[in-house]
């Protein structure tokens, strides 16, 4: 699908056109006040539709990530900086989107994919805590997810945002231990 090139940035920007246009669909729900002192107020959000649920466009967001995913694979690094930096962007998309994903290598790596693109979000805690999370469930599945982290650690960004690490220093920590995972 993707070639380095006219092909690859005309489908980079006819992406970044939709997820822009996605984002501005989330963006209203993710930024919607939540009344704290309401004492069901986590429940409440918790039990509701999802972001992408009650815009109507999980369909077309799961797409999109899909295409993201994909060209930031099959991409080179100019165009994995160039997606992480769309979805830096368009964080509502990013924090509000993500595929099902099965107890499988594949399913794992999906998930790490993820991680990558997203580059830490707005907080590489949340970021971290997610793959320790992961980490484990893949060990629970029996799925030995070091090469997986390795794999995707290659394509990951070695730009420390936060003082916390690289998206990959992190993912070659994680893959360092034993059992894989931040702690």
């Not at 070639?3 to 920007?13: F, K």
């Not at 822009?20 to 039990?47: H, Q």
């Not at 979000?121 to 999370?133: A, E, F, P, S």
């Amino acid at each position: 699908m993707v070639g380095r090139g006219q092909g690859t940035m005309g489908e980079l920007a006819e992406l970044e056109e939709w997820v822009a246009v996605i984002d501005a669909c989330i963006e209203p729900i993710a930024t919607r006040p939540v009344d704290l002192t309401d004492p069901d107020w986590m429940r409440k959000m918790e039990e509701g539709p999802r972001p992408l649920d009650e815009a109507g466009i999980r369909p077309e967001a799961e797409a999109a990530l899909r295409d993201v995913l994909s060209l930031y694979e099959e991409g080179d690094e100019e165009v994995r900086a160039a997606l992480r930096a769309l979805l830096e962007r368009c964080h509502h998309f990013g924090g509000a989107t993500t595929l099902p994903s099965e107890p499988t290598p594949q399913g794992f790596r999906q998930r790490l994919m993820e991680m990558s693109v997203e580059d830490q979000g707005r907080d590489t805690r949340d970021m971290m805590v997610g793959l320790n999370g992961l980490c484990g469930q893949a060990r629970d599945a029996g799925v030995d997810i070091r090469p997986l982290l390795l794999d995707v650690a290659e394509l990951s960004s070695e730009v420390d945002k936060y003082g916390m690490g690289s998206t990959r220093d992190i993912l070659l920590r994680a893959a360092g231990r034993e059992p894989s995972g931040l702690w």
